[in-house]
């Protein structure tokens, strides 16, 4: 594959040029609520050899583009602890719906 | 400034969560742990590793070989986490840590990642225009100096060891851990020295 043909996947922003007038939001509110809670139960399923950091990287990594940047930082990693406990069929799809 | 999760995201995880219960995998207590547990790391454990390392050569050099075994000496447990890697920086180079791909962080000695840290903006910008980005910090580096772009990753995590700022000779650990910013231990910003700290 030549470069001219090289699309990097969405999550590989390093020296993407969308991004590169823009300058970074100085955000520092620590994760609200939600996050912490997405957070603490990400490591839990990490620590009962549930799901790998892994495997949580490659849910979010095949969120379609739109709903990639659509989604908060903590909801893409909820959608893809959901995706990776249907796929191991820990949980059932009527469960979550 | 990061949106609040949207309802049916909230919706969604009491779902998985109750699946989860249903099935004896997590309970709310664990949760609460988890969450208390990670909410302890913190900034200032980074600080003071970097304070010690400006006052101790033996700890230095041990921090600079083995940044994990380090933390361990802190009290903070390594176990599962990722290796920690020290970027320590020198007259003439200064370190920038950054992940490209999501938001790889040290978080056992440095807690929850800043949004900024995660935004897009850090995320495609540090690598191509790394002193664009530390201006808007207002972090202007000596002329002459090179900048290393190191990218955090799921497998090995990093942190600065910034120079010791001129003017902070004599200071006890307590003093040289209080200039030692999250930020600085990110390479965003230069810890600042008694000289710097008036003129601002």
Request: one cysteine or more.
């Amino acid at each position: 594959m030549s470069d001219a043909e090289h699309t990097p996947a969405i999550h590989d922003m390093g020296g993407l040029s969308r991004f590169r007038c823009s300058p970074v939001e100085r955000d520092e509110a620590p994760p609200d609520a939600f996050g912490k809670r997405v957070d603490a139960l990400r490591q839990i399923l990490a620590a009962k050899k549930l799901m790998t950091v892994d495997e949580l990287r490659r849910g979010i990594e095949s969120i379609p583009e739109p709903e990639y940047f659509a989604l908060g930082y903590y909801e893409r990693w909820m959608t893809s602890i959901c995706t990776l406990m249907l796929e191991k069929g820990i949980v059932s799809a009527e469960e979550l719906r | 400034m990061s949106a609040p999760a949207r309802p049916e995201s909230l919706a969604r995880l009491e779902k998985l969560l109750a699946a989860l219960k249903a099935r004896g995998i997590v309970t709310e207590e664990e949760l609460a742990e988890m969450q208390a547990r990670t909410d302890r790391a913190s900034p200032e454990i980074g600080a003071r590793m970097v304070a010690r390392a400006w006052l101790d050569p033996d700890w230095h050099r041990m921090m600079v070989a083995n940044g994990t075994e380090a933390a361990e000496r802190m009290g903070v447990s390594m176990a599962g986490a990722p290796p920690l890697g020290v970027l320590e920086d020198r007259p003439g180079l200064h370190h920038l840590v950054v992940c490209t791909l999501c938001s790889c962080y040290p978080r056992a000695v440095l807690g929850y990642p800043p949004g900024w840290y995660k935004s897009f903006e850090y995320r495609s910008r540090a690598v191509r225009d790394p002193r664009g980005v530390l201006a808007e910090w207002g972090t202007v580096l000596p002329e002459g100096t090179k900048i290393r772009v190191v990218d955090s990753t799921a497998d090995y995590r990093w942190m600065v060891l910034p120079l010791r700022p001129a003017g902070t000779e004599g200071w006890s650990e307590d003093q040289l851990a209080a200039i030692v910013t999250r930020d600085a231990l990110v390479g965003v910003a230069l810890p600042q020295g008694p000289v710097a700290a008036a003129a601002e």
